[in-house]
T-cell receptor, first 113, second 115 residues
Framework: DVKVTQSSRYLVKRTGEKVFLECVQDMDHENMFWYRQDPGLGLRLIYFSYDVKMKEKGDIPEGYSVSREKKERFSLILESASTNQTSMYLC????????????FGSGTQLSVL | AQSVTQLDSQVPVFEEAPVELRCNYSSSVSVYLFWYVQYPNQGLQLLLKYLSGSTLVKGINGFEAEFNKSQTSFHLRKPSVHISDTAEYFCAVSYANTGRRALTFGSGTRLQVQP
C-alpha cells in the first residue's frame, strides 16, 4: 500500500515562529498536495507540486510556502505562524497516470498560540 | 473556477435505514467526481470515483453514487447503513482532460448512524 507519512501528529508553536511541516511518500508519485482542514470548511488546497522543484499555488496560499527538492518529500513552511493558521494540515500524493486517486497522510494538528 | 456544495452538514439516520448525501458541483468544463470518507481519528480514503462511462458508480462498503450532468450532481447513497458508517464524507471534483490534478473539496457531511 502507498504510504504518505507526515512527520508530526500534533504540533504546538508560538505566534511568529517559523514552522516546517514535512511529508514523505514512498510510491514514487509525481503529484503532491498540501490541504488544510477546518470544521465546516472541508479541505482547502494550499499548494501543490507536479514535479521536483515545481510548485503551484492553490486556493489559499497566503502565509505559506513550499519546497520540493526531492520527489518523495514535500514540505510546507509557515514563515511567521499566526493564530489563524491553527488547523489540521493534510498531505496527499497521486500518480500522474494513476486515475486521479489521492492518497492522504494522517494529518498534523497544528496549534499556534 | 470549479466549486463543490454539500448541502447537508450533518445527517442523522437510524441503523439499517437508507441514506443519501447530496453533492452539487459547478464547472464550465468536464470534470471528474469523487467521494472520500474520513472515519473518526483516521485519514481520508477514497470511497468511489466517476471518471467516464456509466453514470452509476459503485464503491466500497456498499456505497454508490450517480453522476447527473444536467443537474450537476453526484449524490452518494447506501440502501442500508451500519453503525460503522458513522464518519465524515467529502465530495470532490477535478478538471478532466487537463494537467490540473488537484481536487476541490466540499465542506463535508457528517453521517451519524444511531442504533
Amino acid at each position: 500500500d502507498v504510504k504518505v507519512t507526515q512527520s508530526s501528529r500534533y504540533l504546538v508553536k508560538r505566534t511568529g515562529e517559523k514552522v516546517f511541516l514535512e511529508c514523505v511518500q514512498d510510491m514514487d508519485h509525481e503529484n503532491m498536495f498540501w490541504y488544510r482542514q477546518d470544521p465546516g470548511l472541508g479541505l482547502r488546497l494550499i499548494y501543490f507540486s507536479y514535479d521536483v522543484k515545481m510548485k503551484e499555488k492553490g486556493d489559499i496560499p497566503e502565509g505559506y510556502s513550499v519546497s520540493r527538492e526531492k520527489k518523495e518529500r514535500f514540505s510546507l513552511i509557515l514563515e511567521s505562524a499566526s493564530t489563524n493558521q491553527t488547523s489540521m494540515y493534510l498531505c496527499a500524493s497521486s500518480s500522474r497516470t494513476g486515475n486521479e486517486k489521492l492518497f492522504f497522510g494522517s494529518g498534523t494538528q497544528l496549534s499556534v498560540l | 473556477a470549479q466549486s463543490v456544495t454539500q448541502l447537508d452538514s450533518q445527517v442523522p439516520v437510524f441503523e439499517e435505514a437508507p441514506v443519501e448525501l447530496r453533492c452539487n458541483y459547478s464547472s464550465s468544463v468536464s470534470v471528474y467526481l469523487f467521494w472520500y470518507v474520513q472515519y473518526p481519528n483516521q485519514g481520508l480514503q477514497l470511497l468511489l470515483k466517476y471518471l467516464s462511462g456509466s453514470t452509476l458508480v459503485k464503491g466500497i462498503n456498499g456505497f454508490e453514487a450517480e453522476f447527473n450532468k444536467s443537474q450537476t450532481s453526484f449524490h452518494l447513497r447506501k440502501p442500508s447503513v451500519h453503525i460503522s458508517d458513522t464518519a465524515e464524507y467529502f465530495c470532490a471534483v477535478s478538471y478532466a482532460n487537463t494537467g490540473r490534478r488537484a481536487l476541490t473539496f466540499g465542506s463535508g457531511t457528517r453521517l451519524q448512524v444511531q442504533p
